[in-house]
């Protein structure tokens, strides 16, 4: 039996690989970007271009590696666009030759700023999922999000966003979260809601300075909690945003959402929550109880346990050497994924909300608990903030889920009344696998989540529907 079969034979229904083509390379230069130093961990490179022998490996491995009806491609940089329209057309031609009738699907994370009518009419056509990123209004957005003449990205972002617009590309919008943003919040979420955004995703901004471990590999932002002894944990960038901050934040936001937009407009972290809320196990990675399926592969194939931890430390092999399986499922990294349950200090363990956060993303557990415990995430006060704010607001809206209604009725003041489920410990004791159809029915998943029926497939094509 070859290593990629006998690492299939136990292998989950999907994994996902978060694909750099163009490694850090970009044409920006946003303040607050972790990714553009990592260019320092590859100090002999001279092309930062994948090679079409790569790209033909990689595409073949990862779909021989997938036992799921659909197969989802993610492509991010740096900015991935820099690749060429060329590079684009070679892959979709490399994913009908291997799919063998299977559908494939395409996600591209960009700056927008490269986004012509020749792309998008080719996104549009090859069925691409774009996210933009985009964090407010012109005085805002151009706060950080500045090229390497320190010019602001706002205008060429905004027509990249239009042609999407024009050519019918599905897109949602990525937004960073600073330290000016709470104050910001209802403007940034009027914003978006008036250029016509469906689809949110709110990203703290959490970055430290340098400790010794990061100087030691030339870095300025320092490195996850377990490489290195901390200099000073609290030593914060001056664009990161504070832990209250981002609950307030969310809970602005959260307060406009609710008025007129519930089943209109979907927020990802409040469709988490709600399925959270509902009973399920979130299925977004930051919020999961456990991780290690996200994978992300640099542009010479070499791959990392994940996109917050491209460090030689967590390196797990290339791509041309190894199958993605014997990678994924290394002792190293099911560790990795593991330990972000395994290794929550008895302060996580024992917070009513745990159902909910799960401790977060472990790249932001660099605090001490109350009792000087290591492993607390940065962001826990913030969370502990929203999630006390949100509780019965959601207790509703899932018992509504519940009930077959739909969480929108939520806005309406002379709703009928619905009895609350009953929650042990926040977790709702219903048949999950009935509640996971109620409640994919009800469009409370993110429409390119996996869908929670467990099919494999996405979200929009799979209960969706």
């Not at 006998?6 to 999907?14: C, M, N, T």
């Not at 684009?88 to 699907?105: I, P, S």
């Not at 609950?247 to 602005?252: E, M, T, Y």
Request: glycine fraction near 8%; aromatic fraction near 12%; charge should be negative.
């Amino acid at each position: 039996m070859s290593n990629s079969n006998k690492y299939r034979v136990s292998a989950p229904r999907s994994f996902h690989v978060m694909t750099k083509p163009i490694g850090p390379i970009c044409n920006l230069g946003c303040k607050y970007c972790f990714y553009l130093e990592k260019e320092k961990l590859f100090p002999n490179e001279e092309n930062y271009k994948m090679r079409d022998e790569v790209l033909e490996v990689y595409i073949r491995k990862y779909i021989q590696s997938q036992n799921t009806p659909e197969i989802q491609f993610a492509w991010q940089g740096g900015e991935p666009s820099l690749m060429g329209l060329d590079f684009y057309r070679k892959v979709v031609a490399l994913q009908r030759q291997f799919a063998q009738g299977r559908t494939v699907n395409n996600s591209f994370q960009t700056n927008g700023t490269n986004l012509d009518d020749e792309w998008c009419a080719f996104m549009a056509r090859e069925k691409f999922l774009v996210g933009l990123s985009l964090d407010g209004p012109e005085h805002i957005h151009n706060r950080y999000r500045v090229d390497k003449e320190g010019k602001g990205s706002f205008d060429r972002v905004m027509a990249g966003l239009d042609n999407l617009k024009k050519h019918r590309v599905e897109f949602n919008i990525l937004t960073c979260v600073t330290r000016q943003s709470p104050d910001e919040a209802v403007e940034i979420y009027g914003f978006l809601k008036k250029q016509g955004v469906q689809f949110m995703q709110f990203i703290p901004i959490v970055e430290r300075a340098g400790d010794r471990a990061a100087h030691a590999m030339g870095l300025d932002l320092a490195v996850p909690p377990d490489l290195g002894a901390e200099d000073n944990p609290n030593a914060m960038m001056p664009w990161a945003v504070s832990s209250e901050g981002f609950g307030d934040f969310l809970i602005n936001i959260f307060e406009e959402w609710r008025k007129e937009d519930v089943g209109r407009i979907f927020v990802n972290i409040f469709d988490v929550a709600l399925s959270a809320w509902s009973g399920m196990e979130p299925s977004l990675c930051t919020y999961a109880r456990r991780c290690g399926n996200a994978v992300a592969m640099e542009h010479d194939g070499g791959v990392y346990s994940c996109d917050h931890f491209v460090y030689p430390t967590y390196f797990l092999g290339n791509i041309m050497e190894k199958s993605i399986e014997e990678m994924i499922y290394s002792p190293f990294q099911v560790k990795f994924g593991n330990d972000k349950w395994d290794a929550l200090p008895k302060y996580c363990l024992e917070c009513e909300f745990l159902f909910a956060c799960n401790g977060e993303c472990p790249k932001h557990r660099f605090l001490n608990t109350p009792d000087g415990e290591p492993g607390l995430n940065y962001l826990c006060a913030g969370y502990k903030k929203f999630f006390g704010h949100i509780d019965p607001v959601m207790r509703d809206m899932a018992a509504l889920v519940q009930a077959g209604r739909p969480a929108a009725e939520i806005m309406s003041p002379d709703r009928e009344p619905v009895m609350e489920p009953v929650i042990e410990g926040k977790k709702q004791d219903a048949d999950i696998d009935t509640l996971a159809m109620k409640f994919a029915a009800r469009g409370n998943v993110g429409r390119n989540d996996l869908c929670p029926c467990g099919s494999g497939k996405k979200f929009k094509k799979c209960c969706g529907k």
